[in-house]
């Protein structure tokens, strides 16, 4: 659960990050000894690097210091934002993280996965292969076995995530 100070502004944060080109997918926050940590998790279609995360830490910082100064200035002393010393995290939401919802599935366009999911009559198959689409609630895959397009409906699918592969 956030603080009440974040969840406040929570569509504040998200708002910064859309316009850097990236998507807020999560926000927690957790004490780690006398200090908090701060941890955003964010992605963009393509995925996000090392220095887009290091310029998306450096706008949120900013905006924290706008909320410091707001929060000084309306007299509730300078640590109303967070209480106390806190670590701001920007991270990437890492390789192995399930793909839930049609966003996801939108991102992860020309990547290789493993879904998990269950036919019209409730039989759990599982298809690896590289998604060409996700629209209309289906995803489109290229088939990893055979290379036929196979249509998977979203609300179907029980478990996603990208498939990873090493080269040689």
Known sequence: MLPLEIEQRKELIRREIEKT????LDIGFRRSGSRGILTVIVDKSGGISLDECARIS????ALFDEFEKGSSEGGAGPDSFIRGAYYLEVNSPGLDRPLVGQRDFERAKEVVVRIHWKNESGVG???VGKILSCENGVI?????????AIGVPLNSVTKAVREIMFKR
């Open 58 to 61: 450096h706008v949120l910082s």
């Open 140 to 148: 489109q895959l290229k088939s990893a076995q055979n290379g036929q």
């Open 125 to 127: 198959l599982m298809t």
């Open 21 to 24: 080109g990236a998507e807020l």
